[in-house]
């Protein structure tokens, strides 16, 4: 029994066997069909190398330090248990990912593109920018409602029209959706990296950079916003009370002029003083209490700014990567092959079946 199974086995083996034979010789004698859309898959790899541009990666890594368990912990906990309310954080809203999220909003970036940068000696925005590299004006001259549009830097972005809202929504759909990569490398490192990728060097370089600097800004004064507000207030309140004070002060010499040598019998002149007296008492009082709050307030500012370190900038040049054509052609011509051949099987499979 057990020598009819090795028999069969062998039967079974040399069958695939002869088999293979039959499958590489059938896709041999096709050699020429293969020959031919392989160069045809060459010569579109070829092209598509020169229609691909070259583009340029622009990258900036920064740290961030958000502190909010040492440094002014005690004065914090002892301002805590006297019962003063020095501003709290600005919440968890932009940690982790939420972050990096933060760098592809189209708030953010149609910020960075209204941002000021100088080229050629012209005073231009990043939208200019683009839309110059982009060679949109060409088109724009020809057509009175695009002839006198134009992105000012800083321009105020409530004020658009709604052709300006559709261009700028362009504009950030095609940044945000292939041109702009943030994330972190290793989510255990608390290093953040910004990768822009353009086919013009100077966009690319003056994007990143700008798009940093207002993610930044508007990081900080969103999670020091309270601490801010807070020590704001307690500098009012400081300043009004400290005028007060002074006015107590001024009023107590004036009625004490007014009662010197005055007749120990007129006790009721002396009244006014009195009452100025217990003025200034009070506001010393309050203002010890309010000038002791402002200086938690600035301390708590402290503690509530987070750091932003930046670690790498970009410089030029950028490292550029490029489609080239021996790559092209290789790709473009293993591809065609392969799905000739696999054309080939499939039609010969197909007519065995129906045969």
Do not use: H
Not at 132 to 155: G, H, S, T, V
Request: with cysteine; glycine share 8%.
């Amino acid at each position: 029994m057990e020598n009819k199974d090795i028999k069969n086995e062998e039967i079974s083996l040399k069958e695939l066997l002869q088999k293979g034979k039959e499958w590489f010789d059938y896709i041999l004698s096709q050699w020429k069909i293969i020959l031919v859309v392989g160069l045809f898959g060459a010569l579109l790899g070829l092209l598509y190398s020169y229609s691909k541009e070259t583009t340029y990666t622009a990258t900036l890594s920064f740290a961030l330090e958000d502190d909010k368990s040492g440094g002014y912990g005690g004065a914090l906990g002892l301002a805590s248990s006297f019962g003063l309310d020095l501003g709290g954080s600005g919440g968890g809203i932009f940690t982790g990912s939420n972050l990096t999220e933060l760098f592809k909003s189209r708030s953010m970036v149609e910020k960075t593109l209204l941002s000021p940068i100088t080229l050629d000696g012209k005073k231009i925005s990043l939208a200019e920018m683009y839309i110059q590299k982009n060679e949109w004006r060409k088109n724009w001259n020809k057509d009175p409602k695009f002839a006198k549009i134009e992105f000012l830097p800083n321009d105020d972005r409530k004020k658009f029209s709604r052709i300006q809202d559709s261009i700028m929504g362009v504009m950030y759909k095609n940044l945000s959706q292939g041109a702009l990569k943030v994330g972190q490398k290793d989510k255990k490192v608390a290093i953040v990296n910004i990768d822009v990728s353009y086919p013009d060097e100077l966009f690319a370089k003056y994007f990143c950079e700008s798009l940093a600097s207002q993610v930044g800004n508007f990081y900080v004064e969103t999670k020091s916003k309270k601490a801010r507000l807070n020590m704001a207030i307690l500098e009012r309140q400081v300043d009004s009370i400290r005028k007060e004070l002074n006015g107590a002060i001024t009023g107590v010499a004036v009625a004490t002029d007014n009662t010197f040598n005055l007749n120990p019998a007129l006790n009721v002149r002396r009244a006014p003083s009195s009452r100025r007296q217990v003025d200034v008492q009070a506001n010393t009082a309050i203002l010890t209490e309010l000038v002791k709050q402002a200086e938690l307030a600035k301390v708590t500012l402290r503690k509530e700014t987070p750091l932003i370190q930046v670690i790498d900038r970009p410089i030029l040049p950028l490292p550029k990567e490029r489609f080239g054509k021996l790559k092209g052609m290789i790709i473009g011509g293993f591809l065609g092959g392969f799905l000739i051949v696999f054309f080939l099987v499939f039609r010969r499979l197909l007519k065995q079946l129906l045969g």
